[in-house]
């Protein structure tokens, strides 16, 4: 028997819970916002009925969701546009699979920048470290400089492929919110 597509694709990922495709998760229900509470997953509760579960997500643990059988309905019903291609054989598996492997090797190098230029805050989303390096006071040294126009060139290609690939490009919204 071959695995679902989610148990190969989606556990080989997890850009949608580690903070590269979405800022938060919309939360519905004060069932929803306590039982998740009572796992002990921090939640900004925007009034009695809604609530933000911030990314990366606290529950993920690599790339796999550490609460997945008690995980929010917008998680349970989220499908990335590569899984929804692969799911109507637009895309091969092994393509699919290949192009996370981009992705994740794209968000490496980000990463890698931020940390040159100081920021290793790994509890904000990717969009949010590189907004806030980029609008820091930094140094005025060429390599500096160098750096920071390497990270907004690097997060602009990583934009591109995020949206194409995971988000579909007609699919562009301003809130972050999964």
């Not at 492929?161 to 999964?178: A, P, V, Y």
Request: net charge negative; with cysteine.
């Amino acid at each position: 028997m071959t695995p679902l597509l989610t148990e190969t694709l989606c556990t080989t990922c997890g850009l949608c819970c580690d903070g590269t495709l979405f800022a938060d998760v919309e939360l519905v229900g004060q069932a929803e916002i306590a039982r998740l509470e009572i796992m002990g997953m921090e939640v900004e509760n925007e009034d009695r009925n809604t609530g933000l579960l911030s990314q990366p997500c606290a529950a993920l643990r690599g790339t796999r969701c550490g609460i997945y059988a008690h995980r929010p309905k917008c998680c349970r019903v989220f499908q990335c546009h590569l899984l929804q291609n692969a799911q109507r054989g637009a895309v091969t598996v092994e393509r699919a699979l290949e192009q996370i492997a981009y992705a994740r090797e794209q968000i490496r190098q980000v990463r890698a920048m931020l940390g040159r230029l100081g920021n290793r805050d790994e509890g904000l989303p990717i969009k949010e470290r590189c907004a806030e390096t980029l609008a820091a006071e930094g140094g005025t040294t060429s390599e500096t400089i160098k750096d920071r126009a390497d990270l907004e060139a690097a997060m602009a290609t990583l934009e591109d492929t995020i949206w194409n690939t995971f988000l579909g490009s007609g699919q562009r919204r301003e809130s972050g919110s999964k």
